[in-house]
């Protein structure tokens, strides 16, 4: 399995690298909401980010963001901030003259610079960094896009408990 997976990764990597006729730059700002358990109400948050994106046809990903999100847990506002780093690998769905459609999908690393809870700093004993497994869809037309991410928290946010987070993000941005 192991050998088939680098495989494909190898086969991917190599024809996004050499498809470097396509390099796009794609700052944004965007509202997302989070869940932390089931019984989470939901409340706004926010991120503002760049993206690059290398590859005509399957392409390579990553950039940086800072963003908060926020949930209320039994009555008590629950919230976190950080900045995450994605290196995701995709494909462009199709490019019509209505624009592109992107698919993309890999890991992230979020480092949390604060957990609040009603507004008074929780931070200690909580992950400082969150690994997530990140979706992505994303459509351009001319200089503009509009994008739909779906993270999936891996890392607990405190050891032993069900505590991780997701997050759905809408995303606005221009592509350079």
Known sequence: MKKITLTFFVIFLSKALFAFDSFQINPYLGLNYASIQEYDKLKLGYQVGVLGRFGKKAYIGTGVSYGKLAVIMQ????????????????????????????????????????????????????????W?????????????????????????????????????????????
Do not use: C
């Open 75 to 130: 009555g008590n506002t629950f919230s976190m901030s950080g900045t995450q780093i994605p290196l995701l690998f995709g494909i462009k769905a199709f490019e019509k003259n209505e624009g592109k459609l992107r698919l993309g999908f890999g890991p992230a690393l979020t480092f949390v610079n604060k957990y609040k809870l009603n507004e008074i700093d929780v931070s200690e004993g909580k992950h400082h960094y969150l």
């Open 132 to 176: 997530i497994s990140k979706f992505e869809v994303n459509w351009s037309k001319s200089f503009y896009t509009i994008g739909l991410d779906y993270d999936l928290g891996i890392t607990p946010i405190i050891g032993g408990l069900n505590s991780r987070f997701n997050r759905l993000s809408l995303n606005f941005g221009f592509s350079f």
